[in-house]
């Protein structure tokens, strides 16, 4: 019998960066994608994997594959709740501090395929800070899944449906009235690639990262101030 293969699959660099350290050590041999044109079912048929594992993946996989090979992604809530797009924003304005990281098998249903396991996650720190300790934890379960034979389950109980963030609600809402509900709006948003919280006066839009609170009432972050591109200079 030869060597198992598997694939993961990621488009950020925190999922390179947990691949290299932890993931490509693992028993059996490992291959990496982060494009979207990489996930070419000629190039998955020639390299046969036991699982494909999505750890943080932009772009819908056809059913072609998802029928064809064992595909397992990581959902950052305790699904049924939290299907849907933008779960560590969503979590987060909704006053959030922890959830669930969950392993499912994908479906042609977003979200609502059978559960592998799950676990506890903390919702503490920026956004990448985050994504790294979801990513981390990520690698634990696919060592898990790899090395013993798990049947996912079925998700129980009624779905709760989250929708996905669009760039214009990264505007700093004017109605925060509490000092730790700005630095989760900042915080949450503040990870590469992200559109990070900003506000805008004629003139001038002002994007915010690196938040760090202070009391009640004091709030440091950085700012990127910039012209508008609708009234630029």
Known sequence: MGVKKYIVAG??????????SRISHYQGEWFFISEKDELDIRKLEEIKPEYIFFIHWSWIVPREITDKFNCVCFHMTDLPYGRGGSPLQNLIVRGRKETRLSAIKMLPELDAGPVYMKRELSLEGRAEEIYLRANMLASEMIEEITGQNIIPL????????????????????????????????????????????????????????????????????????????????
């Open 11 to 20: 488009c950020k660099p925190w999922c390179r960066e947990v691949f290299d």
């Open 154 to 233: 079925e998700q129980t109980g009624e779905p709760v449906i989250f929708e996905r963030r669009k760039p214009e609600e990264s505007r700093i809402p004017r109605n925060i009235e509490k000092m730790e509900d700005l630095y989760d709006f900042i915080r949450m948003l503040d990870a590469p690639s992200y559109p990070k919280a900003f506000m805008e006066t004629d003139e001038f839009r002002m994007e915010f990262e690196e938040a760090e609170i202070s009391g009640d009432k004091e709030l440091k972050a950085k700012v990127r101030i910039s012209f508008r591109k609708d009234n630029k200079k």
